[in-house]
C-alpha cells in the first residue's frame, strides 16, 4: 500500500482541501509524468522561480542547480526551496465565468537541497533525466567526460514535506446556472510531440533510432 505522507502546517492544501493528495504513489506518478519543475528560493530577499529539468530517483528529485547552485556553494547544510511542478489537464468552461477552471494534477515540494557533489549520484541523476525523457537515448549518446560532469551542478531535494493537488472532472456551477443557455464541458489537454527534425549536421546515414521517430508521451 502507498505511503500517505501527513501534511504540515506548510504543505496543507487550504483552498479546495479535498483536492488535496498525500499519498507518495500519487505524488510520484504526478513527478515521474511531468519534466519541468519550477525552482522558487529566495537570494537576498529577492524570491526566484527558476524552471529546470528534474528526475525522481527514490524518494528524491534532482534538477539542474545553475541558479540556486550559486548560494550552495556558502551554504554546506543545504539552501530552502519550494518546487512545483503542474501538468495541466483540460479547461473547465462552467456557465458563469467565475467557475471556469482547469483540470491539474500539481505537486509541491519544501525543504532543503543540497548540492549533489560525487561524480557517481550526479552520473545517476544525468541518467535519470536522459532516460525520463528518452528512454535509449543513454546508451546512445556520448557519456560526460570528467570536465563535463564537474561543470554541472546537480541539486536534491528529499522528498518529505510534499503535496499534490488534483482537480478532475466537469465545471462545478452554482445550482440556478444549470439552467441557462449556455455550454459548458471541459476541452481535454495533454503535451504532444511532432515527428523528429534531423539535424542538418547530423551524417544522413545515421538511421533516425525508433525510439526518437516513434515518440510518445
Ligand atoms: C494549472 C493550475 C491553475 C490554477 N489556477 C488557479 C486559479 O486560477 N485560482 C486559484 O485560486 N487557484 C488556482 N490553482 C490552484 C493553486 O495552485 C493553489 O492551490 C491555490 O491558489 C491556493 O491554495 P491554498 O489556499 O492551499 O494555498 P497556499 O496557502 O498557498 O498553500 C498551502 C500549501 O498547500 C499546498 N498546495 C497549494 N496549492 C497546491 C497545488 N496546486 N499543488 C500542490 N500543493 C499545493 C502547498 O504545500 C502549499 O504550501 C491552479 C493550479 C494549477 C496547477
Redesign the pocket.
Known amino acids: 500500500m502507498s505511503e500517505t505522507l501527513l501534511p504540515t502546517e506548510?504543505?496543507?492544501?487550504?483552498?479546495e482541501p479535498q483536492r488535496?493528495v498525500y499519498d507518495r504513489e500519487t505524488i510520484y506518478k504526478i513527478l515521474d509524468e511531468g519534466f519541468v519543475c519550477h525552482v522558487g528560493f529566495s537570494l537576498d530577499g529577492q524570491p526566484y522561480v527558476i524552471p529546470t529539468l528534474f528526475a525522481r530517483v527514490g524518494d528524491a528529485i534532482y534538477f539542474h542547480g545553475s541558479a540556486a547552485s550559486r548560494m550552495l556553494r556558502n551554504v554546506s547544510e543545504g539552501i530552502p526551496v519550494c518546487v512545483t511542478v503542474?501538468l495541466?489537464d483540460g479547461f473547465v468552461l462552467a456557465r458563469s465565468v467565475f467557475n471556469h477552471s482547469?483540470n491539474?494534477r500539481?505537486?509541491?515540494a519544501?525543504g532543503k537541497a543540497t548540492l549533489v557533489d560525487t561524480p557517481k549520484e550526479k552520473l545517476e541523476a544525468l541518467h535519470a533525466y536522459t532516460e525520463k525523457i528518452l528512454p535509449q537515448r543513454w546508451n546512445e549518446a556520448r557519456q560526460p567526460s570528467e570536465k563535463e560532469l564537474k561543470a554541472t551542478s546537480i541539486l536534491r531535494l528529499p522528498l518529505t514535506e510534499v503535496?499534490?493537488?488534483v482537480r478532475t472532472g466537469p465545471p462545478e456551477d452554482d445550482a440556478p446556472d444549470y439552467a441557462l443557455p449556455v455550454w459548458a464541458g471541459v476541452i481535454p489537454a495533454h503535451t504532444a510531440f511532432d515527428p523528429p527534425v534531423r539535424d542538418e549536421r547530423c551524417d544522413p546515414s545515421i538511421p533516425t533510432p525508433a525510439y526518437t521517430a516513434h515518440y510518445r508521451r
Open positions: 506548510r504543505t496543507r492544501v487550504v483552498r488535496g503542474t495541466v482547469m491539474y500539481s505537486v509541491v519544501l503535496s499534490a493537488k
